[in-house]
């Protein structure tokens, strides 16, 4: 079975940083477009970040663009998402998700392509307060 762990969530101060990861088994990452995704409580889930596989493009949402990096490690099968100053408006459970099939692109149309996403992590809480 394809199983996407999150991790590196937490607690963190206006301004600060975290490192999230995106872990899989059943699924080699490099081979898909990787997105993650944000939700807050009462709102739509909304794109973040999303990087194609090699040669390809990142994307960011306007919100996040000049602070967030996202990244690949292939030898352990890993995605990041470097978030540096970060602002109170950033506090989301943040997904990962992959599309199940090759070549389907985690950005379309202007926008995140959510539908295109088969497999999505459990989630990792970040909250920036101070």
């Known amino acids: 079975q394809v199983r996407i762990v999150e991790s590196g969530g937490g607690l963190v101060q206006p301004g600060g940083s975290l490192r999230l990861s995106c872990a899989a088994s059943?699924?080699?990452?490099?081979?898909?477009?990787i997105a993650w995704f944000r939700q807050t409580p009462g709102k739509e889930r909304e794109g973040v970040s999303c990087?194609?596989?090699?040669?390809?493009?990142?994307y960011y949402a306007d919100s996040v663009k000049g602070r967030f990096t996202i990244s690949r490690d292939d030898a352990t099968n890993t995605v990041y998402l470097q978030m540096d100053s970060l602002k109170p408006e950033d506090t989301a459970v943040y997904y990962c998700?992959?599309?199940?099939?090759?070549?389907?692109?985690?950005?379309?149309?202007?926008?995140?392509?959510?539908?295109?996403?088969?497999?999505w992590g459990k989630g990792t809480l970040v909250t920036v307060s101070s």
């Open positions: 998700a992959s599309p199940g099939t090759l070549g389907r692109l985690c950005h379309y149309g202007g926008s995140f392509n959510l539908r295109a996403m088969d497999y």
């Open positions: 990087i194609s596989t090699s040669g390809g493009p990142t």
């Open positions: 059943g699924l080699i990452l490099s081979y898909f477009n």
